[in-house]
């Protein structure tokens, strides 16, 4: 291990050194920063002061803030034709300018290139992957039982695994469905067929662009197609073919796909069809709707790009809060069939029986809440198990300690009997055993999502010892993208090499504490029982163990993911499309420390309890209260001589874990209050479920529920929790400008001791009377406040610096400098008209990516000469 030590460390001195002699960094792009999304690209030119308070929109020139961004647009502006106006606006193209277009460039062009989807071929739907909703009613995927958002991910996980396979970042339809692991082969190339088939459906050819190509035709240009997608040349030509006219169809020379290119029209995708078409740059025309991978990056090779805009902002913005509510018409629809189903109570007379005095809140957690829910899941597995018995196979059921705990005691008090054994495998060492190539590791990579790929756990799970993990992280964050840059560092042959090395090892002991403690035998069936969610656990220990040991290994979860990605030999109780189930995780442990690892005989290292002997009392006490409900319920249903189908239990287990997570009674939140989770437990060891107190404060920084949890957002009302779940679970595009139409004003100055701009902005509410503005951060930069234009006095509760992803870099409230106001505490008095807060420059260090300060402020007195504001008046 001395030589990759050694081989790191040079490599730190040598970017070290680099570093010291790069210049200092610049906004380069003017941006539109999505604060709850992506990062876009600010179309030049768009009218800004339509502004609601993000950074970008304070500076009319697209957020450009340096010499260097107005140079590049001058340049850019060259490329436009001579006989066009060399203006910014010309770059752009209405619907109603491009049957003349050709006109204004009178002969100089040879080519014509154009988009596909969104500029030659439309869809009839309100978004792109609203076509996944209309697969999902194809009858193969009716079939297959697939879900909307599973394609989706699906796709994610494409895009994501793809540059780790051999750096491209293209993907085509096989690469997709193959994440579909669940299916067969056969039933993915189904699938992929009937997209094709379902684009052919709601596509249609946009008129004004299929008479563009006849006129462009008629002059003798050529026409190439150029389209960034997943679909290659032979299945466009088929939808193309499909919906444009036979001449129209004939007048296309070529078709470029990225993916059969593997590169984008914004890397070099524009460069290749440049030199097959055999032109100079400057006589090819480019049409099409993403205003960077068709306007921006071919204007830099020369050609003369165009960037089609269908709709003005507010048409634009209109259609989109007209998507989100066709997304929640099925809340106004008379009883759908698909979505409303029958409300099952099974349990009612069990409750009506039992004695519940006194209504204690471990009552209403154990008895009345996840009573029922284990009560379900015992007779899914014994249901299970007894199917496989029928089939002729040996069944051997092992609960994965800890958390399954109360699942096998909940099953042995329905079986009247023991089930199964207890087993300590835990989901890290399952993951952590299984790499034996670099497919493998790539593999579990792609399974990170970006937001919450933290590099110290990463490499953690990747058993890289903490010094080598330290010198890989700090080359890493050199770079611009540190995690992109991690994972390259991981493709090192003498990594590799390490984490095969620790991997096997771990595997060995893994393997001996199997052989040993589960007694397995060859062409035993495994049942792994678990609350679930993902069944990574399973998944890992099938590609590692099955073969080997030759033996068939299920998993039959509580509640389970839906993802595309999910083992194909696992069930579980309910499956849900998020995980709000903590709660119920922490009251199923058995008291013991984590699985930490495995000694050279097998047997398991435990870690030290760390959770309070208070919440384990807490524990015992619903645990105690789950198996006194399965007891009343078994004799009851016995003694009766009442059953019950499997699917009205799994309902109303259902529905009794999703009241306890979205909406809990008071005693329930006071019950689980400062429970915590030692799996993310920091040194500190304050890592809770849910804090209600700090869920007031989350609040006044997000513009909406989303992003709290179920239990803090049903601290501050049901509203708050419908809306979150509804945001969740229909993804619905709503910005912070779209949840109140409340603002405040405020005026704001920024710039440097050479020059400064001011503007006037809007600041929106949050809740509780607060309001929230995010002002751009730039090195030597200072930002004026202009407060008392407006208030007499204020609560500025915080000014946070924040970077692209939103998150906190540092607090820099005692970087005010304050003239003619008084502060005491949180309270501003504003003490004239002229009164102005002013955040000093920060230069905490060189961020090469933007930062933002989020100014976070409450109105408590309006200046008096402030007219009254009316709903959507402008500043």
Not at 75 to 88: C, F, G, I
Not at 118 to 140: E, G, I, M, Q, S
Not at 761 to 780: E, K, N, Q, T, V
Request: glycine share 4%; hydrophobic share 40%; with cysteine.
């Amino acid at each position: 291990m001395q030589h990759i030590l050694e081989r790191l460390t040079a490599k730190i001195r040598q970017a070290d050194g680099d570093q010291q002699s790069s210049d200092q960094f610049r906004l380069e792009e003017p941006l539109e920063h999505d604060l709850f999304g992506e990062i876009l690209p600010r179309l030049p030119g768009e009218e800004l002061y339509r502004s609601t308070g993000h950074p970008d929109a304070i500076v009319p020139d697209g957020g450009a803030l340096t010499e260097k961004i107005a140079k590049r647009q001058k340049t850019q502006d060259h490329l436009l034709s001579r006989n066009m106006h060399d203006t910014h606006h010309m770059a752009q193209i209405r619907v109603n300018d491009i049957l003349t277009i050709l006109d204004d460039f009178g002969d100089s062009i040879k080519v014509l290139s154009l988009d596909c989807f969104d500029t030659l071929l439309w869809r009839k739907t309100a978004t792109p992957t609203d076509v996944f909703a209309v697969l999902a009613d194809n009858p193969v995927a009716r079939r297959l039982g697939i879900a909307p958002h599973q394609r989706v991910s699906a796709a994610a996980r494409a895009y994501r695994a793809k540059p780790l396979e051999n750096g491209s970042r293209e993907v085509d339809l096989g690469d997709i469905y193959r994440f579909f692991t669940s299916l067969s082969g056969e039933e993915r190339e189904l699938l992929a067929e009937a997209e094709i088939r379902t684009e052919m459906d709601v596509c249609f050819a946009f008129s004004p662009c299929v008479e563009l190509i006849r006129l462009a035709h008629a002059r003798g240009i050529k026409i190439v197609i150029v389209s960034d997608m997943y679909l290659r040349e032979g299945e466009l030509r088929r939808l193309l073919a499909r919906h444009l006219p036979a001449d129209v169809m004939q007048s296309i020379s070529k078709i470029y796909c990225s993916v059969d290119h593997g590169t984008s029209k914004s890397h070099a995708l524009f460069q290749i069809v440049i030199k097959e078409c055999g032109v100079r740059a400057s006589q090819i025309l480019h049409i099409g709707d993403n205003d960077v991978a068709d306007a921006q990056a071919p204007r830099k090779l020369g050609v003369r790009a165009l960037h089609f805009l269908p709709f003005d902002h507010e048409i634009a913005d209109f259609l989109r809060l007209q998507h989100a509510a066709s997304s929640l018409i099925v809340f106004d629809q008379a009883a759908p069939e698909s979505v409303v189903l029958p409300c099952y109570s099974p349990f009612r007379p069990i409750f009506a029986v039992a004695n519940l005095r006194p209504y204690a809140p471990e009552t209403v957690i154990g008895y009345m809440s996840f009573g029922p829910v284990l009560y379900a899941y015992a007779r899914f597995l014994m249901d299970e198990v007894e199917t496989l018995q029928q089939q002729g196979k040996r069944v051997k059921v092992f609960f994965l300690l800890r958390d399954a705990y109360l699942l096998s005691a909940a099953c042995e008090a329905y079986a009247r009997k023991p089930v199964g054994k207890l087993v300590r495998l835990r989901k890290f060492h399952a993951i952590a055993a299984s790499f034996k190539t670099r497919a493998d590791v790539d593999y579990y990579l792609s399974g990170i999502e970006p937001i919450y790929d933290n590099l110290h756990t990463t490499a953690k799970q990747l058993l890289l010892p903490p010094e080598v993990a330290e010198l890989l992280i700090r080359i890493a964050h050199q770079s611009d993208d540190p995690q992109t840059a991690f994972h390259q560092l991981l493709h090192d042959d003498d990594v590799l090499e390490l984490i095969f090395k620790n991997s096997l090892a771990l595997r060995a002991r893994l393997m001996r504490y199997m052989s040993k403690e589960l007694e397995l035998e060859e062409g035993d069936t495994v049942i792994l029982a678990d609350i679930g969610y993902y069944g990574r656990t399973q998944e890992c220990l099938i590609r590692t163990f099955k073969e080997e040991l030759k033996i068939d290994i299920l998993g039959r979860y509580l509640v389970a993911s839906d993802e595309p990605y999910r083992p194909a030999n696992g069930k579980a109780l309910i499956t849900s499309s998020c995980w709000n189930y903590s709660s119920l995780e922490e009251c199923c442990i058995l008291k013991e420390g984590m699985v930490v690892d495995y000694d050279l005989d097998g047997e398991p290292v435990l870690d030290e309890i760390k959770l309070s002997e208070r919440q384990y009392e807490k524990v015992a006490n619903v645990q105690a209260e789950c198996l006194r409900f399965i007891n009343d319920a078994r004799s009851f249903f016995t003694k009766s001589g009442v059953t019950h189908e499997y699917s009205i239990l799994q309902r109303a287990a259902h529905a009794a874990l999703f009241r306890h997570s979205y909406m809990p009674i008071e005693a329930e939140l006071e019950y689980l209050k400062g429970f915590q989770n030692d799996k993310f437990m920091g040194p500190d060891r304050t890592k809770t479920l849910y804090d209600l107190d700090s869920a007031w404060k989350n609040v006044r920084c997000l513009p909406s529920p989303y992003r709290l949890g179920a239990f803090e957002t049903r601290s501050l009302g049901l509203d708050f929790a419908f809306s979150g779940l509804v945001q969740k679970r229909f993804q619905l595009d709503l910005r912070p400008e779209d949840m109140n139409v409340r603002f405040s004003p405020l005026k704001v100055s920024i710039g440097s001791i050479r020059e400064s701009k001011v503007f006037f902005l809007r600041a929106h509410h949050l809740h509780d009377g607060y309001f929230s503005i995010m002002l751009p951060y730039a090195s030597g930069t200072s930002v004026q406040i202009f407060l008392g234009e407006h208030y007499e006095w204020l609560q500025i509760a915080d000014i946070q610096l924040l970077n692209n992803a939103r998150m906190v870099c540092s607090n820099v409230s005692s970087s005010l400098d304050l003239e003619e106001i008084n502060q005491e505490g949180e309270i501003y008095r504003c003490l004239s008209k002229a009164s102005v807060a002013t955040i000093r420059p920060v230069d905490l260090q060189q961020f090469k990516t933007p930062h933002y300060y989020q100014v976070i402020f409450r109105p408590l007195v309006l200046r008096a000469s402030d007219p009254p504001r009316r709903p959507g008046a402008s500043q």
